[in-house]
């Protein structure tokens, strides 16, 4: 089951001509989740072969380096015939900013947009399958991060000892068995699941916290995440800058990775003051880490593996 990132816009709130502003583009099994907007998304969607295909777009600010892509992303659907609902998620106060957008230049949307506010602790978004969940964040303005967190799987299914020890013939009773359900065999034995399904095995965990200074929530929500996606506008050089504009340096994000026991960082929201040069960003970032940490660029692609696979691609 494929959970796909792709990082459409990692520069700060300056572009270069290297970093289009925030945008992360999720496809979880064909589920296509938008995590902020930035300028000229809708360009790096065709350039990076996305698709334009977005059910759902999470909104952690209102800074115009994270929602001035709306507007064009939107009156594109609406010239392309899109008849699909969206709905757009934002933090509880902004819903006057998110719906003024929708209208820029006199265009009304001929599909159906649904503005949704969610707080820190809430499910912006649920499925059966998994959650999007709201964390604090600290940053300037009114701000939120998100955690797509999957449901636990089913366990492992002993197939060896279904067929060899208890005799199951090969078939749907294996399924059966694998969904949770007791069977009874021919001869009247009444085999139940936990005889050859093993533990749950925990799903995926992908953390994006927008802009923000390191925070507890962030520390909390991102425990063994597969994937953190945390600011990293700075370098050790601009600490007091990344203290005074409510952003991060690398260091501090691989401070907070580490604590939380994340498996791979990925570092955004570069400052333009780095177009040149930004590996002492990651430099900074792997002292406090040492786990897998990057830099992410544009166009990236990263492949989020089930904690119970090692593999790793990209």
């Not at 494929?2 to 992360?24: C, D, E, I, K």
């Not at 013939?169 to 085999?191: A, F, S």
């Not at 370098?235 to 907070?256: K, N």
Request: aromatic share 8%; net charge negative.
């Amino acid at each position: 089951m494929s959970l796909r990132v792709t990082f459409l816009g990692t520069s700060g709130a300056v572009p270069t001509t290297q970093r289009a502003p925030s945008a992360v583009f999720v496809n979880r099994e064909g589920d296509r989740l938008l995590f902020d907007c930035g300028e000229g998304t809708q360009r790096q969607m065709m350039r990076y072969n996305t698709g334009f295909t977005v059910s759902h777009i999470f909104v952690t600010h209102l800074h115009g380096d994270h929602i001035l892509g709306i507007p064009g992303l939107i009156q594109s659907w609406d010239f392309n015939g899109r008849d699909e609902p969206l709905t757009i998620h934002c933090p509880r106060g902004t819903y006057s900013e998110i719906n003024s957008l929708l209208s820029v230049g006199g265009h009304s949307p001929s599909f159906r947009i649904e503005i949704e506010e969610v707080a820190p602790g809430e499910a912006a978004h649920e499925t059966d399958e998994y959650a999007v969940r709201a964390f604090e964040t600290d940053h300037r303005i009114t701000s939120v991060g998100y955690a797509l967190i999957e449901a636990d799987r089913a366990g492992r299914f002993d197939r060896e000892k279904a067929e060899d020890e208890l005799g199951i013939p090969p078939g749907p009773l294996y399924g059966k068995l694998h969904d949770g359900e007791r069977v009874e065999l021919d001869d009247g034995r009444v085999i139940e699941p936990d005889q050859v399904v093993g533990d749950p095995r925990p799903g995926r965990r992908f953390v994006y916290t927008g802009d923000t200074r390191p925070t507890d929530a962030a520390e909390e929500i991102a425990a063994d995440a597969d994937l953190l996606i945390h600011d990293a506008t700075f370098a050790d050089d601009h600490a007091t800058r990344a203290r005074e504009t409510s952003h991060a340096t690398g260091r501090e994000a691989g401070e907070l990775a580490a604590r939380a026991g994340a498996k791979r960082l990925a570092l955004t929201h570069i400052s333009s003051r780095y177009a040149a040069d930004a590996s002492p960003i990651r430099e900074e970032a792997a002292e406090a880490f040492d786990g897998d940490v990057f830099i992410a660029t544009d166009g990236q692609e990263i492949e989020v593996p089930f904690p119970d696979n090692d593999a790793v691609s990209e």
